[in-house]
């Protein structure tokens, strides 16, 4: 059984930097895309960076300039390096990645680390 599990989360100051980790365990064969992805209250859950196996990575806008996704493929594991963040960054940060398990590709997503940022 493929697990994803997030950490890293918590309470910082407008500003400030969170580091937030994603570790992927259980029986894998292959680890497509990976990637975060946030959901504040009252809101729909957006994308906010990927990045592919080649290394390749994608950001939303709101946050360029200020995350880093990374990988560490050896260790199965996804990085967010959040930066200057701001209250409107405060939400649930999930990782989700497409892992194959044995039986093809298939997306799994973790439980979720809250982020919450004060004004």
């Known amino acids: 059984q493929v697990q994803l599990v997030e950490s890293g989360g918590g309470l910082v100051q407008n500003g400030g930097s969170l580091s937030l980790s994603c570790a992927a365990s259980?029986?894998?064969?292959?680890?497509?895309?990976m990637a975060w992805y946030r959901q504040a209250p009252g809101k729909e859950r957006e994308s906010v960076a990927r990045i592919s196996s080649d290394g390749t990575t994608y950001y939303a806008d709101s946050a360029k300039g200020r995350f880093t996704i990374s990988r560490d493929k050896a260790k199965n594991t996804l990085y967010l390096q959040m930066n200057n963040l701001r209250p409107e960054d405060t939400a649930m940060y999930y990782c989700a990645a497409k892992i194959d398990g044995g039986l093809g590709l298939h997306n799994y997503w973790g439980q979720g680390t809250q982020v919450t940022v004060s004004s």
């Open positions: 259980g029986s894998i064969f292959n680890i497509d895309v």
